[in-house]
T-cell receptor, first 113, second 112 residues
Framework: ELKVEQNPLFLSMQEGKNYTIYCNYS?????LYWYRQDPGKSLESLFV?????AVKQEGRLMASLDTKARLSTLHITAAVHDLSATYFC?????????????FGQGTRLTINP | NAGVTQTPKFRILKIGQSMTLQCTQD?????MYWYRQDPGMGLKLIYY???????DKGEVPNGYNVSRSTTEDFPLRLELAAPSQTSVYFC???????????FGEGSWLTVV
């Protein structure tokens, strides 16, 4: 059974601190997505990681992918309040001949002043 | 480009009523998906389509039906609404081998 697991599920941080969200998945895939979701909104694409060792950075967020370990990380550097949101990883895989996106449970991030 | 358009944005249904959530994309994408998101949870796949006339079940298809008569449209039908179908529904589309997945704005459905 395909599983995508994020941890932690809830994270409360202070501004200025660093932290990492982990995304483990149970089967082979070479494509992984990170999304941000604000309350009452749709998903905002943050990163698409396409190969083993891929690293992408945008502002205070950096994502990486290790396909051998089936692990992706989203690292937050010097957190600011505006980064408070729920973050999802999603693994893209071919199941029964069709590409499908399987989501993790999400990590609800709260950044306090 | 309008992208992926969902209607309605909000709807309250009574138990046993039926309704259709509409999804349209103007990017000529082959793949279209319907997901549901329960409060505090990730998205779960309801149904998907790889092209006009071709649909298949996802992880949580019970209580729903879909059709794909055109490339652009992928409506989701709820036949007998139940409280367990209270959720936010997202439609998405992509090219067959595309890296970018486009999501609609979501449809908030409450069944009372």
């Amino acid at each position: 059974e395909l599983k995508v697991e994020q941890n932690p599920l809830f994270l409360s941080m202070q501004e200025g601190k660093n932290y990492t969200i982990y995304c483990n998945y149970s089967t082979t895939s070479d494509r992984l997505y990170w999304y941000r979701q604000d309350p009452g909104k749709s998903l905002e694409s943050l990163f698409v990681l396409l190969s083993n060792g891929a690293v992408k950075q945008e502002g205070r967020l950096m994502a990486s992918l290790d396909t051998k370990a089936r692990l992706s990380t989203l690292h937050i550097t010097a957190a600011v309040h505006d980064l408070s949101a729920t973050y999802f990883c999603a693994v893209d895989m071919k199941i029964q001949g069709a590409q499908k996106l399987v989501f993790g449970q999400g990590t609800r991030l709260t950044i306090n002043p | 480009n309008a992208g992926v358009t969902q209607t309605p944005k909000f709807r309250i249904l009574k138990i046993g009523q039926s309704m259709t959530l509409q999804c349209t994309q103007d990017m000529n994408h082959n793949y279209m998906y319907w997901y549901r998101q329960d409060p505090g949870m990730g998205l779960k796949l309801i149904y998907y389509s790889v092209g006009a006339g071709i649909t298949d079940k996802g992880e949580v298809p019970n209580g729903y039906n879909v059709s794909r008569s055109t490339t652009e449209d992928f409506p989701l039908r709820l036949e007998l609404a139940a409280p367990s179908q209270t959720s936010v529904y997202f439609c998405a589309s992509r090219e067959s081998a595309g890296n970018t997945i486009y999501f609609g704005e979501g449809s908030w459905l409450t069944v009372v």
